[in-house]
């Protein structure tokens, strides 16, 4: 695609409830990375795909979250049993190994 | 691991000045140190970058600086214009042959007329 795609932009759920947000990365590149950007912040490092596989998993905060990319394509960030303290704007980004990461629009998460 | 820090948090100018925003990394490792702007709402999008073998990039009216021995870096904005306000981060990355960013926390540039 011409750019990455984030579904959807806006997401509004309870305190307790599941939660999954879309990333389509730009056709043909191989790393995807997801973050998350709090208000007045910069963003913060999540996990990192090369591929299928999570090459680097080091910043999911807690078990509640995980991520797929099972087919080395559109990845799915998956938050269970939601806090208040999980709002946040969720950034994906794809690039070429090595290469620029390009950022999506983000996926806005308010949890009440 | 890494840790950036940005300064200042906010930037007054007016047009036509210039603006310096200041980063400095911990990870001596860090090797690739990208500049992203982000409007209101916005995706960051990358303006410039810099790899460790260098220490200046120039692009036009915007330029970076590298100090490896001090871990500073640093963006400069010459000829200011109001559609340059916007919030700029910084961040570094940790060698590994990806891009892991670790972003600053951001510098909320405005440019009055």
């Known amino acids: 695609g011409a750019g990455v795609s984030q579904t959807p932009s806006n997401k509004v759920t309870e305190k307790g409830k599941y939660v999954e947000l879309r990333c389509d990365p730009i056709s043909g590149h191989t790393a995807l990375y997801w973050y998350r950007q709090s208000l007045g912040q910069g963003p913060e490092f999540l996990i990192y795909f090369q591929g299928t596989g999570a090459a680097d998993d080091s910043g999911l905060p807690n078990d509640r979250f995980f991520a797929v990319r099972p087919e080395g394509s559109v990845s799915t960030l998956k938050i269970q049993r939601t806090e208040r303290g999980d709002s946040a704007v969720y950034l994906c980004?794809?690039?070429?190994?090595?290469?620029?990461?390009?950022f999506g629009e983000g996926s806005r998460l308010t949890v009440l | 691991g890494e840790n950036v820090e940005q300064h200042p948090s906010t930037l007054s100018v007016q047009e036509g000045d210039s603006a310096v925003i200041k980063c400095t990394y911990s990870?001596?490792?860090?090797?690739?140190f990208p500049w992203y702007k982000q409007e209101l709402g916005k995706r960051p999008q990358l303006i410039i970058d810099i790899r460790s073998n260098v220490g200046e990039k120039k692009d036009q009216r915007i330029a970076v600086t590298l100090n490896k021995t001090a871990k500073h870096f640093s963006l400069h904005i010459t000829e200011t214009q109001p559609e340059d306000s916007a919030v700029y981060f910084c961040a570094a990355a940790s060698s590994g042959g990806y891009n892991k960013l670790i972003f600053g926390a951001g510098t909320r540039l405005a440019v009055h007329p």
């Open positions: 980004a794809s690039s070429l190994m090595g290469g620029e990461l390009f």
């Open positions: 990870d001596s490792a860090s090797n690739y």
